[in-house]
């Protein structure tokens, strides 16, 4: 499984950005799909995922209603839409199903 990120980019503290995940070649259709992160320096940490099958959701403390994680079953398509960001939040994203990693997608938060 192929997966590919897009959304990244550079946005002031208190900015929003959207993640998109997609699989190429294939569909999610069920299990988890997560997003996990990691900053310069520091291991690779979760920060959400989605059941696909019935949308149960589930965050890390620290960007706990901030960011949301949605899914487009039309599009066949994971977000994670991030709000109030901070400089902490600056990081590669990654996706992740069923063990398969994307190429991540750089995000930077100014402050």
């Known amino acids: 499984v192929q997966l590919l990120e897009s959304g990244g980019g550079l946005v002031q503290a208190g900015g929003s950005l959207r993640l998109s995940c997609a699989p190429s070649g294939s569909s999610f259709n069920s299990g988890v799909v997560a997003w996990f992160r990691q900053a310069p320096g520091k291991e690779r940490e979760f920060v959400a995922f989605i059941n696909w099958a019935d949308s149960t959701t589930r965050y890390a403390d620290s960007v706990r209603g901030r960011f949301t994680i949605s899914k487009d079953e039309a599009k066949n398509t994971i977000y994670l839409q991030m709000n109030s960001l901070k400089a902490e939040d600056t990081a590669v994203y990654y996706c992740?199903?069923?063990?398969?990693w994307g190429q991540g997608t750089q995000d930077a938060v100014s402050s």
């Open positions: 992740n199903h069923r063990g398969y």
